[in-house]
């Protein structure tokens, strides 16, 4: 493994961010730029939280009848204003103490496109005379909007606005280019991540400073290394050109007093298959360490070499200070879907508890060469379970349902859970995906997700919910290599629709499926979703003409035997995914035993756990032996100097509060609609609020547009 270690002199002031510029005010995604989720309000403590009561409620709108909509919004309140995002991806500005609207921007308007979801928003204070702004990302546009009056700033970019397919070395109208997180301010630079694609073909995903006056690309660091640069040996020669992914889309942390920012990056693509990029593949599956001023690598760290189990980081790491041996160490945590937390010394890149390179077996598959080692922390242990036994199975003589493989409508004699388990590999982390179908334990959503973890700056103790869900995957492999000669418009379908509809196009929770697309859209609508996308589906604009009228073709079934066969055809990629979802029973339960989602107290001075508890609990479960489930959960926690720690993020709707020394419940209430997003607290007239966005719309939840906010009553 290569760790390449670059030191700079940068100043010392404090490791403790106790500002209240930050900290009694919410102005910063997740609450500061270190990432904390920490606030140091106070009036709500663990003796009156059980008082709060909900004080206002906007209905944000954007809910659109017949589709699936989120929000996943953690908003930011600058100066007693609330500005926040809606299902529609429209932002908007309201009085913080009220709820009632000051203005709205919507920037999609003229734009279909596939926009997916808006997790927050960057806010940029000039010292001097400009403007201060809101940055806010819609499709692959990226708009500098003021705050005063909710329009674009023409002096930024193109009359307000830049687009984020540009700048990153290929053709832009071929790029599928959106952004779902906000990026990190450093004085007049907004550096900023991506989501790009996950299949071939996919767009790079370079992080870029842009100028917050002009959009300007100011540096740009290569996240798939080219000649000369560092890494560039760890793929094969010109990937560079034609690998795709390797993107920051969840966020990033920034060291405002030392000039660094951290940056963790997602997979290479295909995340699944990595037949054509051999070797370990920086900086993809890393924590980097850069210089925010110019971009220079100060250091980094991969947490999976050559990753062929969709393992992106899932969440920015929390920057606080470790005490150790008597001494404040600088540090930086990072959790992953796995459910593991690295920590670093965030100056040098030394990890501050011993990594293991724990070797691995081979690939089965064609071309494929899995890289013969991982690196896993000894310390702390896991938050979540490691690997899925037959012991471990919740109620294994059930029916079983794994909802990628099997359609619930159709009668077919499934196997219970023991049988299907029998059927297929179970032996933990970094097992290569096969033809016959592997266990990912955690799920492909983890462990920790774009949620993340609060850690409390004060005592070093990070609180982290995390998901306890198997999914199994399983490959296909497709033109000569497959059983079926498939064609090659059913090749390409699986290569990239799969994915997200079910390795037989049934559809996933939320997600239509495709069988009988042809009853619901016409030929011309297909395509133009295809190249275009539409909600939370990209764009491919990188494929092909033909290619979008062979997928068409197959799925409006105009394909006839006589068309163009996959074996007459060279694929790039030899596999698809045939199975992709989670292990269930045939009541929907995981077939796990429970708890299916916890929240976990970690003390990162020593690694040892404080508390675990579950977190949320299934209303259909009748089990005495069971009174709190966990369940499955999006979306991350607030902690603050009252003691308490407030979270949604729950299937079942409502959101909570928990005492951050013991874990003990201490207030619920229910939500219109699941909070599948990360609270926010503030202060307005020495008042303190929570406020939460109650999008729903994950997990076959029903849709929501509410924002809610709770405070204690007023004494007169």
């Known amino acids: 493994m290569l760790i390449g270690i670059i030191f700079i002199n940068c100043a010392k002031t404090s490791d403790h961010p106790s500002n209240k510029e930050y900290h009694n005010t919410w102005q910063h995604y997740l609450g500061d730029p270190e ?88 806010f940029w204070k000039s010292e001097k005379d400009e403007k201060s702004r809101i940055f806010f990302t819609s499709g692959f546009k990226l708009f500098a909007i003021d705050i005063e009056n909710g329009r674009p700033i023409s002096s930024f970019g193109n009359k307000g606005s830049i687009d984020l397919r540009e700048g990153l070395g290929r053709n832009p109208e071929q790029l599928s280019v959106v952004s779902n997180t906000p990026g990190a301010i450093y004085k007049n630079l907004l550096i900023q991540g991506t989501r790009v ?52 889309w969840a966020g990033m942390a920034m060291d405002t007093e030392r000039g660094i920012v951290y940056i963790p990056t997602g997979s290479a693509a295909f995340d699944w298959y990595g037949g054509d990029r051999t070797g370990s593949n920086l900086f993809a599956n890393s924590l980097l360490a850069l210089n925010a001023k110019t971009g220079e690598r ?13 393992r992106d980081l899932p969440a920015p790491p929390n920057l606080f200070t470790i005490k150790r041996d008597g001494k404040d160490i600088p540090a930086a945590a990072q959790v992953t879907k796995s459910g593991h937390v690295f920590v670093f010394n965030r100056l040098t890149g030394k990890p501050l508890f011993p990594i293991e390179e724990k070797k691995y077996p ?9 890289f013969a080692t991982q690196p896993l922390p000894l310390k702390p242990k896991p938050f979540a379970r490691q690997i899925l036994t037959a012991d471990n199975l919740y109620d294994p003589n059930r029916k079983a349902f794994v909802d990628d493989l099997v359609d619930k409508t159709e009668k077919y004699d499934a196997p219970t859970v023991l049988e299907k388990f029998n059927s297929i590999t179970s032996q933990g982390q970094f097992i290569p995906i096969d033809t016959t179908g592997v266990v990912l334990y955690p799920g492909a959503d983890g462990g920790a997700e774009w949620g993340g973890a609060a850690l409390d700056p004060t005592t070093g103790v ?27 418009g059913e090749s390409l379908t699986q290569i990239h629709c799969a994915r997200c509809h079910g390795g037989e196009l049934q559809g996933l929770t939320g997600i239509p ?46 394909e006839k035997e006589t068309d163009h066969r996959a074996d007459k055809i060279i694929l790039d990629v030899p596999y698809a995914l045939s199975g992709f979802g989670r292990f269930k029973d045939d009541r929907g339960f995981p077939v796990v035993k429970p708890p299916w989602g916890t929240l976990n107290a970690i003390d990162l001075n020593t690694g040892e756990y404080l508390w675990k508890v579950p977190l949320g609990h299934e209303k259909k479960l009748n089990d005495p032996n069971v009174p709190v489930s966990g369940i499955e959960n999006y979306g991350g926690p607030v902690i603050t100097e009252g003691g308490v720690l407030f979270i949604a993020a729950t299937k079942d709707e409502k959101i909570r509060a928990f005492n951050m020394k013991t874990g003990t419940l201490l ?37 929501g547009d509410e924002y809610r906010a709770y405070a204690l009553e007023q004494m007169n």
């Open 362 to 370: 081979s690939s089965k598959l064609i071309r494929e060469q899995a």
């Open 667 to 703: 207030w619920q209430d229910n939500l219109p609609a699941g909070g599948y997003a990360t609270p926010a607290t503030y202060e307005v007239d020495g008042r303190q609020y929570l406020v939460i966005a109650c999008g729903g719309g994950k997990m076959g939840t029903h849709s």
């Open 462 to 488: 990070m609180y982290v919910n995390s998901n306890e869900m198997a999914w199994i995957i399983k490959m296909k492999a497709l033109g000569p290599n497959g059983k079926n000669q498939q064609s090659l």
């Open 298 to 310: 100060i250091w980094h760290f991969q947490m999976v070499h050559h990753d062929m189990w969709d």
């Open 513 to 558: 499926e495709l069988k009988n697309v042809k009853l619901r859209l016409s030929i011309d609508s297909i395509k133009t979703i295809i190249l275009t996308g539409k909600g939370a589906m990209p764009a491919m604009p990188n494929l092909a003409e033909e290619e979008i009228n062979e997928i068409t073709h197959f799925l409006t079934k105009l």
């Open 197 to 248: 694609g996950e299949g071939p073909g996919s767009s790079p995903g370079h992080i870029r400073a842009y100028n917050v006056l002009t959009g300007e690309i100011e540096w740009t660091f290569h996240t798939i290394p080219q000649p000369d640069e560092f890494g560039y040996e760890t793929w094969p020669k010109d990937a560079y050109k034609t690998v795709g992914g390797a993107n920051s």
């Open 35 to 122: 990432r904390s989720h920490y606030s140091t309000l106070n009036e709500i403590d663990t003796l009156n939280v059980n008082d709060l009561q909900l004080v206002w409620k906007y209905k944000s709108g954007g809910i659109q009848e017949g589709r699936t909509t989120q929000i996943q919004t953690n908003p930011l309140i600058v100066d007693e204003v609330l500005y926040g995002v809606n299902a529609a991806i429209e932002l908007f500005a309201i009085n913080a103490g009220t709820g009632k609207e000051i203005w709205r921007f919507n920037a999609s308007s003229k734009d279909n496109s596939g926009l997916g979801v808006n997790r927050g928003l960057v």
